[in-house]
């Protein structure tokens, strides 16, 4: 078996091969030189996880730190020393990139084109599990304004941010208004920065949460590890499902919620217009921000926002559409991430090219059609984790289902009725939008529909039965008298 990726869900996957389907020899192929995935790549000052870490962690091994939101060099160094606990990282093969993979019927085997380092190599694998993301590691959304040319100052994304980047001082304005946007704000003005504008085309909604978890410090402190450890996740759990379900059936209500509570820490002089988005909530992911920070550095004068457009870049900051200047030194293109599906990798059965923006996904794990193969993908309203676990354990059970009824091969196949054209993210956010023709689809109903809820996902792959008359397990004899 090959695992693709050595993020958050590439270790999740491997450690659940490793315990739940021990005859399994597997391997895990990680394209850069690291374990971490997106948190060992990003290295923006400020980086840190964008929800809580008992669930963007992974079950079986739990974050305790007191800290809710962690910054990123920790959660990178969480997931590297999970891996080393459990004896993961003897499994990770660094620098080997995915180019191809195909499936033959005949052989009932993965075909797998891979490079090290520039040089082709192959093998072939009875099971193949993408846990690669799908982000674009090599290049970020990048929009051209005219006069870049003539900028004098600095121009960086935050995807590529340059080692040692000394920004004290600086005049920097940060184009964007995401997670990202709202992260490295508060973080250049700790970092000594003169003054930090943030430039947006529209708002988005922003939350302050604590920084640390006081409930589940109380908790760890009168309960069993273990019993402590469950109550945690599942209190996290089930505080971000109620807040989606309000913030769904009743957001004129939520959206009260956030403007009188960003109004009360910016005082009443501060122009709610540039917090006051044009869409619903949860329509894009909803910005939290740890201990009010950005909100600090707004009240303090220390940083600001303008809603307004780019027309241009002049030699000394940026022209605004509404006429307006903004003098800079540094600008950050907070613009957005690509998307990339399977690494960039391409997919085939018997030959024949298989498109992922064609294929739905069933339970959100397997894609239509392509036998022995599996796609971790998380949540968009909760943590990466917690889905991309349940589509592990899915897929061990999967394994052990095939090693005990003698199949070699088990495939989703649709229904009459079925096919819709939903991609599986359900988010109105740019990044996505831009890339919705390479994503795979929803279906009308289950299991071909992606939920966004854990508690029904979590009944739904542990109870239901696998033989549902969706899955088409086959057995070298089947296969043998189809040849």
Not at 199 to 224: E, F, H, T
């Amino acid at each position: 078996m090959l695992v693709v990726g050595a993020g958050l869900s590439g270790i999740d996957a491997a450690y659940r091969i490793q315990t739940g389907s021990p005859d399994r020899r597997f391997a895990v192929f990680e394209a850069r030189e690291a374990i971490g995935g997106t948190w060992d790549l990003f290295r923006y000052p400020g980086i840190r996880s964008d929800s809580d870490m008992t669930t963007l962690g992974f079950p079986f091994h739990p974050w305790r730190e007191d800290r809710a939101i962690a910054a990123g060099g920790d959660i990178s160094s969480y997931i590297r020393q999970t891996a080393q606990h459990y004896g993961l990282d003897r499994h990770v093969r660094f620098r080997h990139r995915v180019v191809a993979a195909n499936w033959s019927s005949e052989d009932a085997a993965w075909t797998v084109d891979y490079e090290v380092e520039g040089r082709p190599g192959r093998l072939t694998c009875g099971f193949l599990f993408f846990c690669s993301g799908y982000y674009d590691y090599a290049e970020g959304h990048a929009p051209r304004w005219p006069g870049m040319d003539r900028f004098t100052g600095q121009v960086v994304h935050p995807q590529f941010w340059p080692e040692g980047l000394d920004v004290a001082r600086r005049r920097i304005v940060v184009i964007g208004s995401g997670a990202t946007a709202v992260t490295l704000v508060p973080a250049l003005v700790a970092q000594g920065a003169a003054h930090v504008t943030m430039l947006q085309r529209s708002p988005s909604y922003i939350v302050s949460v604590p920084g640390m978890d006081r409930r589940g410090r109380a908790l760890r402190k009168w309960l069993p590890r273990r019993v402590a450890d469950a109550a945690i996740r599942w209190k996290n759990i089930a505080t971000s499902i109620a807040a989606y379900t309000i913030a769904r059936r009743f957001p004129a209500q939520f959206k009260r919620m956030i403007a009188r509570d960003q109004q009360r820490l910016l005082g009443p002089d501060f122009d709610m217009a540039h917090l006051t988005p044009r869409y619903q909530p949860w329509d894009q992911r909803l910005c939290l921000v740890p201990d009010n920070d950005l909100f600090e550095a707004l009240k303090s004068g220390a940083a600001a926002i303008v809603t307004d457009t780019v027309e241009r870049f002049t030699p000394d900051g940026l022209r605004l559409v509404s006429g307006a200047t903004l003098p800079a030194d540094l600008v950050v293109t907070a613009t957005g991430l690509k998307l990339r599906m399977l690494g960039g990798a391409t997919l085939s059965v018997d030959g024949v090219a298989v498109q992922p923006g064609d294929r739905m996904l069933y339970k959100g794990a397997l894609l239509e059609g392509v036998p022995n193969f599996a796609f971790a993908v998380g949540y968009t309203n909760a943590s990466w984790t917690l889905k991309c676990d349940l589509t592990a354990r899915f897929v061990s059970r999967l394994l052990n289902r095939m090693r005990r009824r003698g199949y070699v091969s088990v495939r989703a196949e649709a229904g009459q009725g079925v096919r819709g054209d939903e991609p599986m993210l359900d988010l109105q956010s740019g990044y996505i939008e831009r890339a919705a023709e390479m994503l795979p689809r929803q279906g009308r109903k289950a299991p071909w529909r992606v939920h966004q809820n854990y508690a029904r996902d979590l009944l739904a792959f542990r109870t239901a039965r696998l033989q549902d008359g969706v899955l088409r397990f086959e057995t070298a004899r089947q296969k043998g008298r189809a040849a």
